[in-house]
């Protein structure tokens, strides 16, 4: 790794950039924001963690993450529009017509489907945070009501929550598209969803980029940093004294020496509930 660093390095000094945005936190990426010989380094100064970069934003959380970005427009002396704060992807005509495809094929038109993702919440630098996702018995129980309620289920989402979705199948037959698609076409299915539940997780940032529906469950996190800010959208979080544990550093106890009871309190008819009323307020 340090040998594909130095010649990263120096391929980005040879390009002699005006300015940089360090998106992430952590201190290692401003250090290396500097080796590049960027003048004017623009990033979150997170207890002290922004020494190398010429323009810090104070980063001490419980604010929502979007606004701490567009924190980032005033080093270019740039005033943020902190009202149009709408994230956006943009999906090609081809994932269009994939989604159009695939709604055909698995009889979707005439029904109102609900997205609901299981999984999500890996990613490379924190690893495996199961804490934040609901169990999976629960989003079974929730799938056969939502069935009984005469609601479509999708299942989204990539490879690495097959093994969720094996689980769910020896339970319950739905629709499903985990591990199927790549990640615009996952987006473009979320964007077709009348509505979509998830986990505080990557496929919630996708789902929040193109639906105004979103039913989220928090646990570890606080979700005034992450839920999503549309009107039509909710979350669900119950305080419970030990969270949010999640901290700036994105850790949090593990294993949880509460037994995870954050998430385990948030009962399917919470959720179900949720939901319904999301779909309502839209239709009226």
């Not at 943020?80 to 038109?109: A, C, G, H, T």
């Not at 996952?186 to 509505?195: E, G, H, I, Q, Y």
């Not at 419970?240 to 999640?246: A, D």
Request: charged share 30%; net charge positive; with cysteine.
């Amino acid at each position: 790794y340090f040998i594909e660093l130095m010649k990263l390095i120096f391929k980005i000094r040879k390009k002699s950039y005006d300015v940089i945005f360090v998106l992430d936190k952590h201190w290692i990426f401003n250090l290396v924001s500097f080796l590049f010989g960027i003048k004017k380094r623009i990033g979150f100064d997170r207890f002290g963690e922004g020494k190398f970069l010429t323009y810090k934003v104070p980063y001490f959380g419980r604010r929502h993450e979007i606004f701490y970005y567009l924190d980032l427009l005033n080093g270019l002396g740039v005033e943020p529009n902190y009202e149009d704060w709408e994230m956006k992807i943009f999906l090609s005509k081809n994932d269009l017509e994939f989604v159009e495809r695939f709604w055909d094929e698995n009889n979707l038109n005439d029904k109102m489907v609900v997205g609901v993702c299981p999984g999500g919440a890996k990613n490379v630098g924190v690893g495996d945070d199961d804490l934040r996702r609901w169990d999976t018995k629960k989003y079974m129980e929730l799938i056969k009501k939502l069935k009984e309620k005469g609601f479509e289920v999708l299942l989204i989402g990539g490879n690495t929550d097959k093994e969720i979705e094996e689980q769910i199948f020896k339970k319950i037959k739905c629709i499903s598209a985990i591990g199927k698609t790549t990640l615009k076409e996952s987006t473009a299915l979320l964007k077709k969803c009348d509505v979509v539940v998830c986990n505080d997780s990557g496929p919630m940032h996708l789902a929040a980029s193109v639906n105004k529906k979103v039913v989220s469950i928090f646990g570890p996190t606080h979700p005034c940093e992450k839920a999503p800010l549309h009107k039509n959208s909710r979350y669900i979080w119950k305080q419970m004294g030990c969270n949010p544990c999640y901290d700036l550093w994105g850790r949090f106890p593990k294993p949880c020496p509460y037994g995870k009871r954050c998430m385990g309190k948030i009962d399917v008819s919470i959720v179900l509930n949720e939901i319904v009323a999301v779909v309502k307020e839209w239709d009226h």
